[in-house]
């Protein structure tokens, strides 16, 4: 189960399982923070007056709850239900899930080394979170620059292993960006002048472009990094407006999102 260390912020989003229900409130453990207690006093449980606790919450139900008020003497926190809205819940549980996922490649990383879980939160775990949030944001740092471990003051053999295991879960996903090209051409040739100019940006570009019906054309980039291949498409299609008007046409291009 993913953790971290000390005591969540004020106006945090926590997982909690209810542990126990009196007649006023709900008594509830941490999961990312096991050795923090919470309680979610009746009057947070719902936004409307609650006459029977019970039928708001279960025994052993995990739920979303926000945190409110922080006892840093008795490692306590007051929780709220009523505060969290479907939006808040929903990008909490995506959140947990992915550290999940996070926490096996670090429990990964650390059996290739001879390592227990607890050593590994205790001897790199704790900061990466501290440097970068989370361990999920922690890895996709690392697979997008394997430099970004040197921010952190763990030891060689920890830093391999974690790259290691990074790279080989981590795999970037290939992804189509499109645009439809509209060219006209007024010269006698024009259809070998449109021609030869799409070509020339497919091969100058590694575009594809498909005819969808004059003057409309489909543009694509294929590859591994959204925000370069943007650039070049549209790189590639404002070439395309400038040699449509040298070839005696025009052009127009819209990005398809």
């Known amino acids: 189960m993913p953790r971290r260390k000390g005591l969540p912020e004020w106006g945090e989003f926590v997982i909690c399982t209810v542990k126990r229900i009196t007649p006023y409130a709900a008594w509830c453990s941490l999961e990312e923070y096991p050795e923090v207690e919470g309680m979610i006093h009746v009057s947070e449980v719902a936004g409307k007056w609650v006459r029977d606790i019970r039928k708001f919450v279960k025994v052993n139900k995990q739920y979303v709850a926000k945190v409110i008020r922080i006892d840093y003497q008795k490692n306590f926190v007051n929780l709220s239900l009523k505060r969290v809205n479907e939006k808040d819940e929903k990008e909490k549980w995506n959140a947990f899930r992915k550290e999940e996922r996070a926490e096996k ?4 990383a650390a059996k290739e080394l001879g390592k227990s879980l607890d050593e590994a939160y205790e001897e790199v775990g704790f900061l ?9 944001s922690a890895f996709e740092e690392i697979f997008r620059n394997e430099n970004a471990l040197e921010k952190v003051s ?3 053999k920890w830093k391999k292993a974690l790259v290691e295991v990074v790279k080989k879960i981590f795999k970037e ?3 189509k960006i499109k645009a439809e090209l509209q060219i006209k051409n007024f010269s006698g040739d024009g259809i070998n002048r449109i021609k030869k100019l799409l070509m020339n940006l497919e091969k100058d570009f590694g575009l594809r472009i498909r005819y969808l019906g004059a003057p409309r054309y489909l543009v694509e980039i294929k590859g591994k990094n959204p925000k370069q291949m943007e650039k070049t498409l549209v790189k590639a299609l404002d070439l395309a407006v400038k040699e449509a008007k040298k070839l005696n046409g025009e052009a127009s291009y819209q990005l398809v999102r």
């Open 154 to 156: 763990i030891s060689g």
């Open 173 to 175: 996903k290939e992804v």
């Open 105 to 108: 490649m670090l429990e990964q």
């Open 128 to 136: 990466l979170q501290d440097k970068f949030g989370d361990l999920f």
